[in-house]
Every structure is written in C-alpha cells, then in structure tokens.
C-alpha cells in the first residue's frame, strides 16, 4: 500500500492523512484516529491497520508487510461479504467480481 491509497475505504481517507494525523495531534488512543475524516467509523474493516499504524508511531517502528492497494480491496470485500460490516452510503464500491460466501459451503460433503 502506498502512501497516497485509501487505508479507510468508507471515507477515502489516505494512508498518508492517517500517518499525519498521528504525526501532528499525537493520539493517546487508537480510537481517536476516527477524528481523521471519520477514519475507522464506517464498517470496521480498516481499524485492525489503523491501530497497526497507531502502535509503529509509538513504538517509533514501521514499515511492516502491507497488501497491495488492489489485494486491501479485495481482502475488504471478502469482509464485507462475510457480514464483517456494511459501508456506508459513498463508500468505495466492494469488489464487483467477488461473489458472496455460499452458506451451504460448510455444510455441505463431497459426493452428496
């Protein structure tokens, strides 16, 4: 993920806004990151990589292994379909291609 890609899908809030939001307001909290543009607040898939973002500022560490801007697409639809949260209205579209869980897929056998 680069620094200009959206972190925050529902909001379209960059990696690089998040990274200057930390920098300049010094959170004490990862929760009051959602004062970035309302980062975080819509359907919860961005939080883990936001709280990620917020403990490398603190610990003075970064750069951990990031998914490419297309795969945190992806993984975020696969999220959404899952029932992991709904974006809200504007939000980026979920992945078109991607086709929702089967529910049966756990129940069902081979050969049945």
């Known amino acids: 993920m680069e620094l200009d890609d959206e972190l925050c899908l529902c909001f379209h809030v960059s ?7 930390i ?3 010094k959170p004490k909290r990862p929760g009051q990151l ?9 359907c919860g ?10 403990r490398e500022y603190q610990s003075g560490q970064s750069e951990s292994v990031e998914p490419s801007a297309a795969e945190y697409r992806r993984l975020r639809t696969r999220y959404v379909l899952e029932g992991g949260g709904t974006p809200p209205p504007g939000a980026t579209p979920i992945e078109p291609d991607m086709e929702p869980p089967d529910p049966n897929a756990a129940n069902s056998q081979p050969g049945n």
Request: with cysteine; glycine share 10%; proline share 3%.
């Open 15 to 21: 990696k690089r806004k998040v990274i200057n939001f």
């Open 23 to 25: 920098r300049v307001t």
């Open 34 to 42: 959602a004062e970035c543009y309302g980062a975080g607040t819509g």
């Open 45 to 54: 898939w961005c939080r883990p990589y936001l709280e990620r973002l917020f």
